[in-house]
Structures are given as structure tokens and as C-alpha cells.
């Protein structure tokens, strides 16, 4: 049996402002939300331009010290979802004349199911500051076309043998 009108008008009343509610309450939630950053590349807008002609450089072998093994490590795990589960295997590097030096190695980690995806070559640059080491993830190669870009650019900068 229908509702009479007044009845109705009420019931209406305490609806709507429940609804309200709600939006407004799941707007703010939503709005409040940030993504974790710690997962995302990095942004390139603050690089020089190069042309798209430009050539990497390749460098000379230097072997790493323990701290700046240590920097490389720290650098590439907070990419990770699960560092916890980071394996590193082979890390070299070649500086080159301008004094920059890259890192190539092979890492292996936990996917989002738990299972380890087996070693990923990766490559970057490490930073030598006056108080300690920094080094800045450039890429892993998780999949086929990755691998084979990451591997490249190792073999360009002078460090064979990884991936």
C-alpha cells in the first residue's frame, strides 16, 4: 500500500540528506587520497634537452666500493613494492670523461602475488656527493622489450655482462 503523501514528502527528507552525506563524506575520503609515490617513475621535466641524435658516452670499468654498493642497493629498493625481497646479483659500473658514473646489475624481487619474478637487469646513475653516495634508478627491465632496452644502455655506457 502506497504512502500517503505526507509521509512520503518526510521519508524523502531523510533520505536525501543521508545521500548527501554520504557523497560529500566519499568525496572528501577521495580527496584526501595521495598515490605512493614510491612506485612511480621519475619525472624527466627537470633534465637538460638532448637531442635525439645524442650518443651515450660510453665509460671506462671502475669497481665499486662497499658504500657505494651499499648506495646502489638502498637506491634501487625503494622502487620496489617488497624490498624486503630484493636479490641483487652482479653490479658493474663504468665512469666515463665527464665523470658520471653508471650502474648496471641485475635485481630480483617479489610481484604483487608474492612470487619472485626472477633477475631483472636494471641500470643508473650513481651520484658521488662530499657526504655520502646517492644513486638514482633509471629502469628495470621486467619485461622482454625492457630487458632488451636496459641491456643497450649498459652496453653503451661500457658495461657488458649484465641481463
Known amino acids: ?3 500517503p503523501l505526507q509521509e512520503r ?3 524523502s527528507h531523510r533520505i536525501v540528506p543521508r545521500r548527501i552525506i554520504i557523497v560529500v563524506a566519499a568525496c572528501t575520503a577521495l580527496s584526501a587520497c595521495q598515490a605512493n609515490l614510491a612506485h612511480h617513475p621519475i619525472s624527466l621535466q627537470d633534465l637538460p634537452n638532448v637531442a635525439a641524435s645524442a650518443r651515450i658516452e660510453a665509460g671506462r670499468p ?3 666500493s662497499p658504500q657505494q654498493q651499499e648506495a646502489v ?10 624490498a624486503r625481497s630484493a636479490q641483487f646479483g652482479e653490479m658493474r659500473a663504468a665512469r666515463n670523461s ?6 648496471c646489475g641485475t635485481i630480483d ?7 619472485l619474478v626472477g633477475q631483472s637487469p636494471f641500470i643508473g646513475v650513481l651520484q658521488v656527493t662530499a657526504a655520502a653516495p646517492v644513486f638514482v634508478l633509471v629502469d ?8 632488451a632496452g636496459v641491456s643497450s644502455l649498459c652496453r653503451e655506457s661500457g658495461i657488458t655482462g649484465i641481463g
Open 140 to 147: 628495470i627491465g621486467t619485461t622482454g622489450a625492457d630487458r
Open 62 to 64: 671502475v669497481a665499486l
Open 1 to 3: 500500500m502506497p504512502l
Open 109 to 115: 624481487g617479489r610481484n604483487d602475488f608474492g612470487r
Open 9 to 11: 514528502e518526510q521519508e
Open 73 to 82: 642497493v638502498t637506491g634501487a629498493t625503494r622502487w620496489l613494492k617488497d
Open 98 to 103: 665527464r665523470g658520471v658514473i653508471t650502474v
